[in-house]
Protein backbone atom coordinates (compact mmCIF):
# COMPACT_ATOMS: atom_id res chain seq x y z
CA UNK A 1 0.00 0.00 0.00
CA UNK A 2 0.85 3.58 -0.52
CA UNK A 3 -0.09 7.26 0.14
CA UNK A 4 0.72 10.10 -1.00
CA UNK A 5 0.17 13.56 1.16
CA UNK A 6 -0.02 16.51 0.21
CA UNK A 7 1.70 19.36 1.97
CA UNK A 8 -0.04 22.42 0.89
CA UNK A 9 1.91 25.67 0.68
CA UNK A 10 4.92 24.59 3.38
CA UNK A 11 7.17 27.51 2.96
CA UNK A 12 4.45 29.52 3.44
CA UNK A 13 1.67 28.01 5.62
CA UNK A 14 3.84 26.26 8.77
CA UNK A 15 4.26 29.21 11.43
CA UNK A 16 4.02 27.39 14.35
CA UNK A 17 5.33 24.23 13.83
CA UNK A 18 2.30 22.45 12.34
CA UNK A 19 5.15 20.92 9.67
CA UNK A 20 5.52 18.73 12.55
CA UNK A 21 2.08 16.66 11.64
CA UNK A 22 3.31 15.35 8.12
CA UNK A 23 6.52 14.03 9.93
CA UNK A 24 4.22 12.26 12.15
CA UNK A 25 1.57 10.66 9.29
CA UNK A 26 4.88 10.02 7.34
CA UNK A 27 6.52 7.92 10.03
CA UNK A 28 3.33 6.67 11.60
CA UNK A 29 3.45 4.92 7.72
CA UNK A 30 6.91 3.81 7.36
CA UNK A 31 6.43 2.08 11.03
CA UNK A 32 3.43 0.14 9.40
CA UNK A 33 5.62 -0.76 6.34
CA UNK A 34 3.25 1.86 4.60
CA UNK A 35 4.97 3.49 1.81
CA UNK A 36 4.37 7.19 1.87
CA UNK A 37 5.59 9.67 -0.15
CA UNK A 38 5.26 13.47 0.75
CA UNK A 39 4.18 15.61 -2.35
CA UNK A 40 5.04 19.43 -1.56
CA UNK A 41 2.12 21.55 -3.03
CA UNK A 42 3.65 25.13 -3.59
CA UNK A 43 2.75 28.51 -5.59
CA UNK A 44 4.38 26.87 -9.08
CA UNK A 45 3.32 23.38 -8.30
CA UNK A 46 1.08 22.50 -11.08
CA UNK A 47 -2.49 21.32 -10.38
CA UNK A 48 -2.02 17.79 -11.57
CA UNK A 49 0.01 17.32 -8.50
CA UNK A 50 -2.43 18.00 -6.26
CA UNK A 51 -4.66 15.78 -7.96
CA UNK A 52 -2.52 13.06 -7.27
CA UNK A 53 -2.67 13.48 -3.81
CA UNK A 54 -4.56 11.03 -1.47
CA UNK A 55 -4.34 12.75 2.03
CA UNK A 56 -3.92 16.88 2.27
CA UNK A 57 -2.95 19.06 5.05
CA UNK A 58 -2.31 22.88 5.47
CA UNK A 59 -0.92 24.61 8.29
CA UNK A 60 -1.55 28.28 9.91
CA UNK A 61 0.33 31.57 8.82
CA UNK A 62 0.30 35.41 9.57
CA UNK A 63 -2.33 37.21 7.36
CA UNK A 64 0.31 38.26 4.89
CA UNK A 65 1.38 34.73 4.02
CA UNK A 66 -2.28 33.44 4.41
CA UNK A 67 -3.12 36.34 1.65
CA UNK A 68 -0.80 34.77 -0.47
CA UNK A 69 -1.56 31.09 -0.07
CA UNK A 70 -5.37 32.29 -0.58
CA UNK A 71 -4.73 33.85 -3.89
CA UNK A 72 -3.41 30.90 -5.51
CA UNK A 73 -6.12 28.98 -4.38
CA UNK A 74 -8.57 31.37 -5.39
CA UNK A 75 -6.98 31.48 -8.96
CA UNK A 76 -5.72 27.97 -9.26
CA UNK A 77 -5.47 24.93 -6.76
CA UNK A 78 -9.16 25.88 -4.98
CA UNK A 79 -11.66 24.25 -7.56
CA UNK A 80 -9.38 20.86 -7.46
CA UNK A 81 -8.85 21.08 -3.53
CA UNK A 82 -12.86 21.41 -3.01
CA UNK A 83 -13.26 18.60 -5.46
CA UNK A 84 -10.88 16.27 -3.57
CA UNK A 85 -12.68 17.06 -0.59
CA UNK A 86 -16.15 16.64 -1.36
CA UNK A 87 -14.94 13.51 -2.85
CA UNK A 88 -13.56 11.77 0.53
CA UNK A 89 -10.06 12.99 -0.08
CA UNK A 90 -8.73 13.36 4.12
CA UNK A 91 -7.88 16.75 4.76
CA UNK A 92 -6.28 18.33 8.12
CA UNK A 93 -6.49 21.90 7.93
CA UNK A 94 -4.87 24.07 10.85
CA UNK A 95 -5.38 27.76 12.00
CA UNK A 96 -5.03 30.02 9.02
CA UNK A 97 -5.92 27.14 7.04
CA UNK A 98 -8.86 26.12 8.71
CA UNK A 99 -9.92 29.99 8.41
CA UNK A 100 -9.75 29.59 4.73
CA UNK A 101 -11.96 26.54 4.22
CA UNK A 102 -14.60 28.47 5.43
CA UNK A 103 -16.66 31.58 3.29
CA UNK A 104 -14.22 34.27 4.49
CA UNK A 105 -11.70 35.77 7.09
CA UNK A 106 -12.50 39.47 8.11
CA UNK A 107 -9.20 40.58 9.46
CA UNK A 108 -9.10 43.49 12.41
CA UNK A 109 -7.94 46.33 9.29
CA UNK A 110 -8.16 45.98 5.30
CA UNK A 111 -10.37 43.56 3.16
CA UNK A 112 -12.17 40.68 3.98
CA UNK A 113 -9.65 37.63 2.59
CA UNK A 114 -12.17 35.36 0.77
CA UNK A 115 -11.85 31.68 1.44
CA UNK A 116 -13.27 28.34 -0.66
CA UNK A 117 -16.81 27.89 0.87
CA UNK A 118 -15.81 24.38 1.38
CA UNK A 119 -16.84 24.54 5.30
CA UNK A 120 -19.66 26.41 6.22
CA UNK A 121 -18.40 29.00 8.56
CA UNK A 122 -16.40 32.72 8.84
CA UNK A 123 -13.92 33.92 10.87
CA UNK A 124 -13.44 37.71 12.05
CA UNK A 125 -10.36 39.22 13.68
CA UNK A 126 -11.64 41.99 15.92
CA UNK A 127 -8.61 43.67 16.51
CA UNK A 128 -7.93 45.33 19.94
CA UNK A 129 -12.26 44.88 20.87
CA UNK A 130 -11.26 40.80 22.07
CA UNK A 131 -7.74 39.56 23.76
CA UNK A 132 -5.72 37.02 21.42
CA UNK A 133 -6.78 32.97 21.91
CA UNK A 134 -3.38 31.76 23.18
CA UNK A 135 -2.63 28.86 25.74
CA UNK A 136 -3.81 25.41 25.92
CA UNK A 137 -6.98 23.49 24.33
CA UNK A 138 -8.28 20.54 25.30
CA UNK A 139 -11.47 19.21 23.69
CA UNK A 140 -13.99 16.64 24.00
CA UNK A 141 -14.54 15.01 20.40
CA UNK A 142 -18.60 14.83 19.12
CA UNK A 143 -20.11 11.67 18.87
CA UNK A 144 -19.10 11.93 15.14
CA UNK A 145 -16.04 11.70 15.32
CA UNK A 146 -15.26 7.84 14.00
CA UNK A 147 -15.54 6.40 17.58
CA UNK A 148 -12.07 8.11 18.50
CA UNK A 149 -11.01 8.23 22.40
CA UNK A 150 -12.98 11.62 23.32
CA UNK A 151 -10.13 13.68 23.99
CA UNK A 152 -7.80 16.09 21.85
CA UNK A 153 -5.14 18.03 23.18
CA UNK A 154 -3.00 21.19 21.65
CA UNK A 155 -2.02 24.69 21.96
CA UNK A 156 -3.94 27.53 20.13
CA UNK A 157 -2.74 30.96 19.30
CA UNK A 158 -5.28 32.52 17.21
CA UNK A 159 -6.58 36.43 16.91
CA UNK A 160 -9.34 35.35 14.20
CA UNK A 161 -13.00 34.09 15.88
CA UNK A 162 -14.55 31.25 13.80
CA UNK A 163 -18.12 31.07 13.89
CA UNK A 164 -19.55 28.14 12.14
CA UNK A 165 -22.75 27.25 9.70
CA UNK A 166 -25.19 24.50 10.22
CA UNK A 167 -23.75 23.01 7.23
CA UNK A 168 -20.57 21.90 9.45
CA UNK A 169 -20.13 20.13 12.91
CA UNK A 170 -18.02 21.10 15.42
CA UNK A 171 -14.68 18.56 15.96
CA UNK A 172 -15.77 18.79 19.85
CA UNK A 173 -16.57 21.16 22.58
CA UNK A 174 -13.92 23.34 24.58
CA UNK A 175 -12.92 21.70 27.90
CA UNK A 176 -10.02 24.30 28.56
CA UNK A 177 -9.25 27.10 26.33
CA UNK A 178 -11.32 29.12 23.46
CA UNK A 179 -11.41 26.91 20.49
CA UNK A 180 -13.28 28.08 17.48
CA UNK A 181 -14.40 31.81 19.26
CA UNK A 182 -14.07 31.81 22.96
CA UNK A 183 -17.96 32.16 23.50
CA UNK A 184 -20.17 28.78 21.93
CA UNK A 185 -17.44 26.33 23.30
CA UNK A 186 -17.43 25.17 19.90
CA UNK A 187 -13.98 24.11 18.53
CA UNK A 188 -12.71 23.35 15.00
CA UNK A 189 -14.85 21.62 12.55
CA UNK A 190 -15.38 18.34 10.52
CA UNK A 191 -17.24 18.06 6.73
CA UNK A 192 -16.96 14.41 5.30
CA UNK A 193 -13.22 13.49 5.71
CA UNK A 194 -11.88 16.58 6.13
CA UNK A 195 -10.74 18.42 9.45
CA UNK A 196 -10.49 22.04 10.22
CA UNK A 197 -8.72 22.94 13.97
CA UNK A 198 -7.06 25.63 15.73
CA UNK A 199 -4.74 23.35 17.34
CA UNK A 200 -1.05 23.66 16.87
CA UNK A 201 1.61 21.77 18.19
CA UNK A 202 1.47 19.68 16.06
CA UNK A 203 -1.69 18.60 16.94
CA UNK A 204 -0.75 15.33 15.71
CA UNK A 205 1.97 14.51 18.15
CA UNK A 206 -0.27 13.89 21.85
CA UNK A 207 -3.03 12.24 19.84
CA UNK A 208 -1.99 9.19 17.94
CA UNK A 209 -5.53 8.44 17.80
CA UNK A 210 -6.35 11.64 15.17
CA UNK A 211 -3.37 10.93 13.28
CA UNK A 212 -4.49 7.53 12.39
CA UNK A 213 -7.63 8.24 11.61
CA UNK A 214 -6.70 10.34 8.68
CA UNK A 215 -4.24 7.57 7.89
CA UNK A 216 -7.00 5.11 8.07
CA UNK A 217 -9.61 7.15 5.99
CA UNK A 218 -7.30 7.80 3.53
CA UNK A 219 -6.09 4.00 2.84
CA UNK A 220 -10.02 3.22 2.68
CA UNK A 221 -11.03 5.72 0.40
CA UNK A 222 -7.99 4.64 -1.69
CA UNK A 223 -8.22 1.05 -1.07
CA UNK A 224 -11.80 0.71 -1.57
CA UNK A 225 -12.17 -1.26 1.67
CA UNK A 226 -12.09 -1.43 5.58
CA UNK A 227 -8.09 -1.02 6.74
CA UNK A 228 -7.60 -2.02 10.23
CA UNK A 229 -3.83 -0.74 10.97
CA UNK A 230 -1.06 -2.53 12.63
CA UNK A 231 -1.05 -1.00 16.45
CA UNK A 232 2.09 1.01 17.59
CA UNK A 233 4.06 1.31 21.09
CA UNK A 234 2.32 4.68 21.66
CA UNK A 235 2.64 4.63 25.68
CA UNK A 236 5.28 7.93 25.23
CA UNK A 237 2.35 9.74 23.01
CA UNK A 238 -0.63 8.70 25.46
CA UNK A 239 1.95 9.67 28.40
CA UNK A 240 2.32 13.57 26.61
CA UNK A 241 -1.73 13.83 26.65
CA UNK A 242 -2.69 12.36 29.62
CA UNK A 243 0.16 15.01 31.11
CA UNK A 244 -1.28 17.80 29.76
CA UNK A 245 -5.02 16.51 31.31
CA UNK A 246 -3.59 15.88 34.34
CA UNK A 247 -1.88 19.34 34.71
CA UNK A 248 -5.07 21.29 33.54
CA UNK A 249 -7.49 18.79 36.23
CA UNK A 250 -9.55 17.64 33.43
Not at 60 to 70: E, T, V
Not at 110 to 132: S, V
Not at 138 to 166: A, C, D, M, P, W
Not at 197 to 209: A, C, D, I, M, T
Amino acid sequence: MKLIIGWLYPDLMSTYGDRGNIIILKKRCVWRDIECEIKTITLETPVDDLKKCDLVSMGGAQDRQQKIASDDLRENKGPVLKEMIENGIPGLFVCAAYQFMGHYYRPAEGEDIKGLGIFDLYTQHFGKDKPRCIGDLVIQLNNESHGLKNTLVGFENHGGRTYLGRKVKPLGKVLYGFGNNGEDKTEGAIYKNAFGSYSHGPLLSKNPHFADLLIRLALQRKYAKDTKLQELNDTIEWQAHNFILSRLHI
